[in-house]
């Protein structure tokens, strides 16, 4: 008899013998790890007003009478994922709000906006700021201390650059008339608020506020945390004073935060953030920059294609239109503004290898 007549058996041998093999145990009693991930269907949505710690404040049903702040984590696979004030965050877990609880983020709704900036113009690293503000409003002192155009222009580049639209209010114009400088803003669509210690326009500037989400953002030291203050009176934001030596503000407000603005005409949210010495725009597109200077960008229409507006730049509608004298002072002075930052990327492009 030949061996293949004994292959039904030899089966059969096979399987007894392979069920008799002992299966090792999973030794964490748990179900095998998986790369699906549950749907969270019953996610919420809510309003992330700040974190600290990694700790998210979170508000949830807003403007509703279920509207309550809860405190959540970052979900493990958000790890690499920035979360900051304004976002839209989608939370699951407990979102009871009671004492002790906490929820957890798992994604984030699509922003509409993101204002960032970088440590100065050749940092690739951009620090985000604030996630879905629709307004930017830019605090600047008339005096203690001296106002800092560039600074601003330099705001509102990132304001443009972000889809975010800019104001101006200048503080403590008792103790200098602000006139001069605010020339260097003539012929932009720029909203501006004066404001003195005695005459502070809480109205008009919250009137202002309503219906928007707006960062604020300035120099440490120019009055910033105290109007915030008067806008919120329950903010209770920390407010500094100007060094009198180095003409410095000390750093008070050291974390971003949303704050509900309630007034007459209605309610808004109020972003307070960090005093900040230095804004740079490594960033942002260079193309980008012209928009911030509105009545240059009308002249620079004429210009040849590609034109950088640099100071040595062949054909430059806008270095033609200075040298015809049709600029007037302030709008030679945004030229210069605007041609020191536009040089800033080019140095920057010389710079960077393979180029």
Same mark, same amino acid.
């Given at each position: #008899?030949?061996?293949?007549?004994?292959?039904?058996?030899?089966?059969?041998?096979?399987?007894?013998?392979? $069920?008799?093999?002992?299966?090792?145990?999973?030794?964490?009693?748990?179900?095998?790890?998986?790369?699906?991930?549950?749907?969270?269907?019953?996610?919420?949505?809510?309003?992330?007003?700040?974190?600290?710690?990694?700790?998210?404040?979170? #508000?949830?049903?807003?403007?509703?009478?279920?509207?309550?702040?809860?405190?959540?984590?970052? &979900?493990?696979?958000?790890?690499?994922?920035?979360?900051?004030?304004?976002?839209?965050?989608?939370?699951?877990?407990?979102?009871?709000?009671?004492?002790?609880?906490?929820?957890?983020? +798992?994604?984030?709704?699509?922003?509409? $906006?993101?204002?960032?900036?970088?440590?100065?113009?050749?940092?690739?690293?951009?620090?985000?700021?604030?996630?879905?503000?629709? %307004?930017?409003?830019?605090?600047? &002192?008339?005096?203690?201390?001296?106002?800092?155009?560039?600074?601003?222009?330099?705001?509102?580049?990132?304001?443009?650059?972000?889809?975010?639209?800019?104001?101006?209010?200048?503080?403590?114009?008792?103790?200098?008339?602000?006139?001069?400088?605010?020339?260097?803003?003539?012929?932009?669509?720029?909203?501006?608020?004066?404001?003195?210690?005695?005459? #502070?326009?809480?109205?008009?500037?919250?009137?202002?506020?309503?219906? /928007? $989400?707006?960062?604020?953002?300035? /120099? $440490?030291?120019?009055?910033?945390?105290?109007?915030?203050?008067?806008?919120?009176?329950?903010?209770?934001?920390?407010?500094? /004073?100007?060094?009198?030596?180095?003409?410095?503000?000390?750093?008070?407000?050291?974390?971003?935060?949303?704050?509900?603005?309630?007034?007459?005409?209605?309610?808004?949210?109020?972003?307070?953030?960090?005093?900040?010495?230095?804004?740079?725009?490594?960033?942002?597109?260079?193309?980008? +920059?012209? &928009?911030?200077?509105?009545?240059?960008?009308?002249?620079? %229409?004429?210009?040849?294609?590609?034109?950088?507006?640099?100071?040595?730049?062949?054909?430059?509608?806008?270095?033609? &239109?200075?040298?015809?004298?049709?600029?007037?002072?302030?709008?030679?002075?945004?030229?210069?503004?605007?041609?020191?930052?536009? %040089?800033?990327?080019?140095?920057?492009?010389?710079?960077?290898?393979?180029?």
């Amino acid at each position: #008899m030949s061996w293949l007549d004994d292959s039904d058996d030899l089966e059969d041998d096979f399987e007894e013998y392979e $069920s008799s093999i002992r299966t090792r145990p999973n030794p964490k009693g748990n179900r095998p790890r998986t790369k699906r991930r549950p749907a969270h269907d019953d996610a919420q949505i809510g309003r992330v007003l700040g974190v600290d710690r990694g700790r998210y404040s979170v #508000m949830l049903d807003e403007g509703t009478p279920d509207e309550r702040m809860i405190t959540a984590a970052r &979900a493990r696979d958000l790890r690499r994922n920035p979360i900051v004030t304004g976002d839209q965050a989608k939370v699951v877990g407990d979102t009871t709000g009671e004492d002790g609880t906490l929820g957890r983020i +798992i994604g984030i709704v699509d922003r509409t $906006s993101l204002l960032r900036r970088s440590a100065d113009d050749t940092d690739q690293v951009e620090r985000v700021i604030v996630a879905n503000a629709d %307004q930017m409003l830019v605090v600047v &002192a008339a005096a203690d201390p001296e106002p800092r155009a560039r600074l601003v222009d330099r705001y509102l580049v990132a304001a443009l650059d972000a889809g975010i639209r800019p104001l101006l209010v200048v503080t403590k114009t008792d103790l200098a008339d602000p006139t001069s400088f605010l020339a260097h803003f003539d012929g932009l669509d720029l909203r501006v608020f004066t404001s003195a210690q005695e005459e #502070m326009p809480v109205d008009e500037i919250g009137a202002a506020l309503v219906g /928007h $989400s707006t960062v604020f953002v300035g /120099h $440490s030291g120019v009055g910033k945390s105290t109007l915030v203050n008067a806008l919120v009176p329950s903010a209770l934001r920390a407010t500094g /004073h100007v060094n009198q030596v180095t003409g410095r503000g000390r750093h008070t407000s050291s974390s971003t935060v949303s704050l509900r603005y309630v007034g007459p005409a209605g309610t808004g949210w109020v972003i307070d953030t960090p005093g900040v010495r230095s804004f740079g725009l490594g960033h942002v597109d260079p193309a980008n +920059i012209l &928009a911030a200077f509105t009545e240059l960008a009308v002249i620079a %229409q004429d210009c040849p294609r590609g034109c950088t507006h640099l100071a040595d730049a062949p054909d430059c509608a806008l270095i033609e &239109a200075a040298e015809r004298g049709e600029l007037s002072e302030t709008g030679r002075a945004r030229l210069d503004s605007l041609q020191r930052l536009l %040089q800033t990327f080019a140095d920057k492009a010389e710079q960077t290898p393979g180029r």
